[in-house]
């Protein structure tokens, strides 16, 4: 399992900035120090780190939860809580009591909290800034480099992640969650035999531990192994059955399947067992496409509209504005899907305790999704003005996924006008997402590409993640015969 925060350091196009551009001076010690007079808030720290990256999410918290309660001033505790939590409150709060310790910290730790904090607040730039010099001061700390390359992973910066986990990994050639992620940017580069060389190194390195299961049967669903994955996730569950992630694989691996019954019935065990509400209702909306899959849009509906009055009342803006979202991406009335898409906007306006950049991430892809039905039910005005606001927002921000939710939306509407090689110019830049590598196929086939055409659309069919975007677009391109 990876976790999904769904960069930045990309070369080129508009993030040429190279990585390490301050020319910081190199600390005296291999390892970032941390800051508190607390044997127990100190062990609870580093019992906290080795936790997250053994993908144990929630028990992690616990750690650091722990570990301030020892030390009130142990800032890079209160960063990653504020990282890792789900509670937005709560994230809010422990980001301002680690910003608030700045002075009292060493220059290591205050990078580290500044790259956290200018994140959430929506400056990548100076999120950005401060992680190059992080791990500019401590380029041998593996910790460190494992933290900015599994960040990079979750913000879609794959080949600048892929270097800094081999930096790690030429550091400590059996480092366990290097090895676990590096497999992980094989396989979305469809690299499978080098992922799963990755693979038996990391579940050899950590037997007793359920997550080399947990990714073994991730991967191996990605490769179109069904039994496989179901094996694997079966394994990890049974080195530790409260390892909820592995259940909710369960139900994605079936749900791949096309047996969407037993589907729901992994699922019904993962939002019973779920450790936090945001993750109890995102497990809920992974349900709701289940429906989707079996052509059941009314129960999907049903089901989608009761995870967003759950989460409203939770204070869950963001699981909230995902579910209407998503139930727009499957309508076949597009009036019906704009109105959910409104209906998401507004959630994230619901309370002021959502981050900045977990706000705009969402509201691009809003954005994105209105402007593409807006065109499609004949309103150019509505269109035009949404991607005239997403353009605005991708001008101003580095974040990787509003750059790919308004190349998405321009590629789309520069599609409907027939303007095939500009469209591809942006489609390209967005190319994971299955409704855009849908219009790639069409795009190089009417400008006669045919190597590409064959590329994306055999990425296309092969596509196993269990998205929404997956069960609206790629079981019925399965159906159909192929281009070439």
């Known amino acids: 399992m990876r976790r999904s925060i769904c960069a930045i350091l990309i070369i080129g196009g508009c993030f040429a900035a190279p990585v390490y ?7 005296a010690t291999t390892a970032m120090p941390v800051t508190t007079s607390s044997a127990q808030a100190r062990t609870l720290y580093e019992k906290g780190m080795q936790d997250y990256e053994n993908l144990y999410l929630d028990r992690c918290n616990e750690d650091w939860r722990g570990a301030v309660k020892a030390d009130p001033n142990l800032a890079v505790a209160w960063a990653w809580i504020a990282f890792n ?15 608030a310790l700045l002075s009292q910290i060493n220059p290591g730790e205050q990078l580290m909290v500044t790259w956290i904090a200018k994140v959430q607040e929506g400056d990548f730039i100076g999120g950005i800034s401060a992680m190059n010099d992080l791990l500019e001061m401590y380029p041998k700390d593996k910790h460190l480099l494992y933290l900015a390359g599994n960040w990079l992973m979750g913000e879609n910066g794959d080949e600048q992640a892929r270097k800094i986990m081999e930096k790690a990994l030429a550091i400590d050639k059996n480092y366990p969650a290097a090895l676990n992620d590096l497999a992980y940017l094989y396989a979305r580069n469809r690299e499978f035999a ?3 060389a990755n693979m038996d190194r990391y579940v050899a390195l950590l037997p007793a531990e359920p997550n080399p299961q947990d ?6 669903r990605m490769a179109g192994n069904f ?7 079966r394994a990890a569950l049974q080195i530790d059955p409260d390892f909820v992630t592995s259940q909710v694989g369960l139900g994605d691996t079936y749900a791949l399947m096309g047996n969407q019954e037993q589907a729901r019935i992994e699922y019904d065990k993962a939002i019973r067992y779920a450790h936090n509400e945001a993750d109890r209702l995102s497990y809920g909306i992974q349900k709701a496409t289940t429906f989707v899959r079996d052509g059941k849009f009314a129960e999907a509906d049903k089901l989608l509209q009761e995870i967003a009055l759950t989460a409203h009342a939770k204070e869950q803006d963001l699981q909230e504005a995902q579910a209407y979202r998503q139930a727009a991406e499957y309508q076949t009335d597009d009036n019906a899907a704009l109105k959910y898409l409104q209906s998401a906007e507004e959630s994230l306006g619901h309370q002021s305790t959502i981050s900045k950049g977990d706000k705009d991430e969402e509201l691009s892809r809003i954005l994105r999704n209105r402007a593409v ?3 499609h039910a004949g309103n150019p005005s509505l269109a035009n003005s949404t991607l005239k606001q997403l353009e605005a927002m991708a001008a101003g921000s580095r974040n990787r996924v509003i750059q790919s939710s308004y190349n998405g939306a321009a590629g789309t509407l520069l599609m409907d006008q027939k303007k095939f090689e500009e469209a591809i110019s942006f489609l390209e830049e967005d190319q994971d997402n299955p409704f855009t590598m849908q219009l790639l196929v069409q795009a190089y086939y009417q400008t006669n590409q045919s190597d590409k055409l064959h590329e994306i659309e055999a990425k ?5 993640v269990a ?5 609206v677009v790629v079981p019925a391109v399965r159906l159909q015969r192929p281009q070439i």
């Open 373 to 375: 039905l807006a065109a």
């Open 227 to 233: 039994e496989g994955s179901l094996q694997h996730y």
């Open 194 to 196: 080098k992922a799963f």
């Open 85 to 99: 939590s789900s509670n937005p409150s709560e994230v809010n709060s422990a980001r301002e009591r680690a910003k």
């Open 215 to 220: 990714s073994y049967g991730e991967l191996l």
């Open 21 to 27: 551009a301050h020319h910081l001076k190199q600390a």
């Open 467 to 471: 998205t929404m975007e997956q069960a």
């Open 460 to 464: 296309l069919r092969g596509t196993n």
